[in-house]
């Protein structure tokens, strides 16, 4: 037993995935394009991750592009039976780093052939699209034509399970019309609660909600509140603000990003770390005035 076992599990897909997992997109350069500084040291976190117990990898060719899908490669592969690893399609980088929607049909069946081959799979296990509609978070729009085609190429067995990332409610029942939708991965975290309804909905009907940025991504988390509990419970604040994510939810699935091994430690030992009932409500209400526009 992994101490990370403490945090139990939830069910992605075909598989039961430990709760707190891995997000590999910190992985890429600066500004998540090109090589890492130090790729012997990507490496190791990802070996030491997985070492620690972690089953659920997420992943993209937009990372680099295509650098932290050959780096897990390089690290982990051949892969082991339990390794869950989650990628996404729907955007693609420019020679500048910059993020375009890339949602034609050819475009979606060319980034799952890379992504099988980058990763070394004969089937990806889990694909999210990535909607591009909203410039700073979910917005409406059909997602019809590109989620048929991913439910196509499922068909074909090159994907067993579909996700939709950056998604609305409205966009997630649109999905559930043409193929199952096993997860949804948006921004969530103490700061950003946009998305309480959803998570709360989805959890209703046992479908895994996986937020990104869980530590406020490129402008990390901080507050007052976070800063005190830690000091409280003896942790730090960035373990407090993974906590909560923990106890808001048993449908929420961790991928916090990070290359640093210090920190990929720390964020697992958050498994055995339990929020006293006045920490949990003093966060609690602290998020609710943050999500108070
Ligand atoms: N679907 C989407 O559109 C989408 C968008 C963004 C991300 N994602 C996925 O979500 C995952 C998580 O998001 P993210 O990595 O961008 O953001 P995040 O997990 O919220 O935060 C990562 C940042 O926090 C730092 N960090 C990590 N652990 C820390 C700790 N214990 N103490 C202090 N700092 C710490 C990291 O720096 P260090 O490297 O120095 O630790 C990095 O700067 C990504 O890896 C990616 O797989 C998906």
């Known amino acids: ?6 945090a139990g599990t939830f069910r992605l897909g075909s598989r039961n995935v430990k709760r707190i997992g891995y997000g590999a997109m910190q992985l890429a350069g600066p500004g998540v394009f090109g090589p890492p ?32 899908n050959q780096i ?15 990628t996404k399609v729907g955007a693609k980088r420019g020679p500048d780093a910059s993020w375009a929607p890339a949602l034609s ?24 699209l990535r909607s591009a509609f909203g410039l700073h978070g979910p917005g409406e729009g059909s997602l019809e034509e590109p989620i048929t085609v991913l439910a196509e190429l499922q068909q074909q067995g090159l994907i067993r399970h579909i996700g939709l990332s950056n998604v609305t409610a409205r966009q997630v ?31 209703r ?40 994510l923990l106890q808001r939810s048993p449908n929420l699935l961790l991928i916090p990003g990070t290359s640093s091994l210090a920190h990929l430690h720390e964020n697992l030992a958050v498994a055995a770390l339990r929020l006293p009932a006045n920490a949990a409500a003093q966060l609690d209400q ?3 005035s943050a999500a108070t526009p």
């Open 1 to 6: 037993m992994n101490a990370i076992d403490k």
């Open 37 to 68: 500084k130090d790729r012997a040291a990507a490496v190791a976190v990802l070996r030491a991750a997985v070492e620690s117990g972690v089953d659920h990898i997420d992943t993209s060719d937009f990372y680099g592009p295509y650098v932290t």
């Open 72 to 86: 897990i490669r390089e690290a982990l592969h051949p892969y082991g039976d339990d390794l869950l690893i989650v």
């Open 105 to 128: 049909a050819a475009e979606l069946a060319q980034a799952v052939h890379d992504n099988l081959r980058h990763l070394g799979l004969d089937v990806l296990e889990v694909v999210n």
């Open 173 to 203: 029942e649109e999905g559930r019309r043409i193929c199952p939708i096993v997860c949804v991965q948006n921004q969530y975290n103490l700061a950003r609660r946009e998305d309480d309804a959803l998570v709360d909905q989805l959890a």
């Open 205 to 244: 009907n046992g479908t895994a909600y996986v937020p990104f940025f869980p530590l406020g991504g490129f402008t990390p988390l901080q507050s007052n509140v976070l800063t005190q509990v830690a000091a409280q419970i003896g942790a730090t604040p960035m373990q407090v603000a993974l906590a909560w």
């Open 286 to 288: 602290a998020a609710a």
